[in-house]
C-alpha cells in the first residue's frame, strides 16, 4: 500500500510540474517546449469543462433577466390596454350623446309645431315603463300636451303640477292613439298592450296589412297631431270574425331617454275633451 500511494504522490508531483511550466509565458518568437505542450493537452480539456459550465450558467442568468424584464412590459402593456378599452368606452358614449342631442335639435328645429324641452326626472320602471315624470318651464304644459323625440311618439300628459308633468306613455294598458298605417292610409286605434308592446285594433279582415307597414298618428284624436310615428307592424294575425290582430313595435325605445318634447298645441275644445279617456294619474 506505500508503495502504490508513493507512486500517486510522484504522479501529481509530475503533474503538479507540468502544470507550473505550462504557466509560464514563453520568451518571445520562442516555440513551446514539448512539457508545455503535453501540460496544455492535459488541462485543456478540464479548461474546456469549466469554460461550458460557465457559459451555460451565464445564458441561464441572462434568461432569466430577459424573462423578468418580458414580464415587466407584459404587465405594462395590458394596464395601457385596459385604460386605452375605458377611454374607448367613454368616447363612443360620448359620441352616442352628442348624436342623440344633434337628432333632436335637429327635430326640434325642422318640427311643424312649436316644442317645449322637457328634462326627464324619473321612470316608473315598476309597471313595465307606463309613466314618466317631467321637469319643465313652469307654466309651459297642460293636460293631454302630446309628448315626442325625433325617434316618434311617446304619449301625453296626464298631470300637470307647477314645473312637473305626469306623462303617460302609449305602451300603458290603458293608453289610446288614433292610428294610420303610412302605406294604405287604413286607420285604427293603436292600444297600449303592456311590457313595451302595442296592438293596433278595430282594421277589418280585408284590409291590406302586412309586417314592417309603419303606423303614423291619425290626427283623429284631438290630442296628437297627424303624421307622427308611432310603431312598426311586427305581426298581422286573424283575430275576431271582423278584425285582424296586429302588433306593432313602438318607434321609441323608452328605456334610453333623457328628454323629450311637449308639442304646444291650442286647447283642445270641450266637446272633444268629453269624449276623452280619463286624464287621471
Known amino acids: 500500500m506505500t508503495e502504490i500511494r508513493t507512486r500517486w504522490l510522484l504522479i501529481l508531483l509530475v503533474l503538479g510540474q507540468l502544470f507550473l511550466l505550462a504557466a509560464q509565458l514563453p520568451a518571445p518568437g520562442s516555440r513551446p517546449s514539448f512539457l508545455e505542450t503535453a501540460a496544455l ?150 292600444r297600449g298592450a303592456g311590457r313595451g308592446s302595442l296592438e293596433l285594433d278595430f282594421v277589418p279582415l280585408q284590409a291590406d296589412v302586412r309586417v314592417g307597414d309603419l303606423v303614423l298618428t291619425a290626427g283623429i284624436d284631438g290630442i296628437y297631431p297627424r303624421g307622427i310615428p308611432v310603431g312598426t307592424v311586427v305581426a298581422v294575425e286573424p283575430g275576431s270574425e271582423l278584425f285582424h290582430t296586429i302588433r306593432l313595435s313602438p318607434r ?14 291650442e286647447p283642445v275644445p270641450e266637446r272633444v275633451k268629453e269624449a276623452l279617456p280619463d286624464a287621471g294619474p
Open 41 to 190: 493537452r492535459a488541462v485543456a480539456p478540464f479548461a474546456n469543462v469549466v469554460a461550458a459550465a460557465g457559459g451555460v450558467g451565464g445564458a441561464v442568468m441572462r434568461d432569466l433577466a430577459l424573462r423578468r424584464t418580458l414580464v415587466a412590459e407584459n404587465r405594462r402593456l395590458r394596464t395601457e390596454v385596459e385604460e386605452l378599452r375605458q377611454r374607448t368606452i367613454r368616447l363612443e358614449g360620448m359620441e352616442e350623446s352628442v348624436l342623440h342631442l344633434t337628432q333632436a335639435v335637429e327635430y326640434a328645429e325642422g318640427a311643424d309645431y312649436p316644442l317645449v324641452l322637457a328634462d326627464i326626472v324619473f321612470i316608473d320602471y315598476t309597471s313595465w315603463l307606463q309613466t314618466l315624470v317631467l321637469s319643465v318651464k313652469e307654466g309651459t304644459v297642460a293636460v293631454n300636451q302630446p309628448a315626442v323625440v325625433s325617434e316618434g311618439l311617446v304619449g301625453r300628459v296626464v298631470v300637470a303640477s307647477g314645473p312637473y308633468a305626469k306623462v303617460q306613455l302609449i305602451t300603458d294598458r290603458s293608453a289610446s292613439v288614433g292610428g294610420m298605417i303610412e302605406r294604405t292610409h287604413r286607420q285604427g286605434v293603436v
Open 252 to 265: 321609441v325605445d323608452f328605456g334610453v331617454l333623457d328628454v323629450v318634447y311637449l308639442i304646444e298645441r
